[in-house]
């Protein structure tokens, strides 16, 4: 039941009747072990379109059902690239510089606010946090209870006192696609009358179309190209010869994965149609 779990569905409301006929398939085709390894490194819970590298492992599973074998997969739930953490460093650096100073070094960060003692303090603690973050979750809510009893103004008190809070919220989220445009639309909003309410995790999502244009296409164009696949069609674009080229021969147990794998995608993209209130008809593997 956990496996098969959709996005904003709870428990055996999950169990649609494709459900059922991929986990029958699952017995009767006595899927071997590297297969069912395979399958639970797919898209669910921990392992999800919002994520920095999610793709990077879409595609490293899509090689580990032609390879016939399973491994360390990329994307997931705290995976945080490096070159994310280098930049939330040197954005963490350049904000704890200017609450001391009041200067943009070097024209960096043009979008921080007038300073004023109050968003100085405020600039600090995300700084800060910034930088805590960048060695780990413990780090970050250490950082985060110290400045919760420290903070002389009730704005930088606000960035971090409480699990809800906003600075918390999203460096907790820190393997999200938008961590660096919430940490900016932060900062921005400390000179508006309300804080930045960030949108993580699967929320985070509503905001594709906008920060990441390209995520969503993507992720339809994957499960169109797995459709094909599964239809024995030939491939009509280079990404969907790409696609196809990955995958491998047909073969029932590469059937049962490439349906499995289209299944878990179609649950993704069924939740991002209700994120933004839309209603599509995607293909039936019965």
């Known amino acids: 039941m956990e496996w098969w779990e959709a996005p904003g569905i709870e428990g055996r409301e999950a169990f649609d009747e494709e459900i059922l006929y991929l986990n029958n398939l699952t017995e009767s085709l006595a899927v071997p ?60 650096t350049q904000l704890v510089a200017w609450a001391e100073n009041g200067r943009r070094e070097g024209g960096s960060l043009p979008w921080l606010p007038l300073w004023s003692p109050e968003r100085a303090e405020a600039v600090r603690v995300i700084g800060v946090l910034s930088l805590a973050a960048c060695q780990g979750p413990v780090a970050l809510d250490e950082a985060a209870d110290r400045w919760a009893g420290q903070a002389s103004t009730e704005l930088a008190r606000s960035l971090v006192d409480g699990e809800e809070s906003p600075l918390v919220t999203l460096l907790r989220h820190a393997c999200a696609y938008n961590l660096l445009w919430g940490l900016r639309r932060l900062v921005t909003s400390l000179g508006e009358p309300e804080l930045f309410t960030p949108q993580v995790c699967r ?84």
């Open 33 to 92: 072990r590297w297969a069912v390894l395979v399958r639970d490194l797919m898209p669910r819970w921990g392992f999800e379109p919002c994520s920095h590298r999610f793709f990077v492992g879409l595609e490293q599973v899509m090689t580990m059902i032609g390879e016939g074998r399973a491994y360390t997969r990329l994307g997931g739930c705290s995976d945080v690239p490096l070159t994310t953490l280098r930049d939330l460093e040197a954005v963490g």
């Open 203 to 286: 929320d985070a999502l509503l905001l594709a179309p906008q920060l990441d244009p390209g995520r969503l296409p993507l992720l339809r164009a994957t499960a169109e190209a797995l459709v094909r696949w599964l239809l024995k069609k030939p491939p009509t674009t280079c990404w969907e010869g790409q696609v196809f080229a990955l995958l491998g021969p047909r073969e029932p147990v590469r059937e049962f994965l490439v349906a499995s794998l289209y299944k878990t995608i179609k649950l993704w993209l069924v939740h991002v149609d209700n994120l933004h209130g839309e209603n599509r008809v995607y293909f039936s593997l019965i």
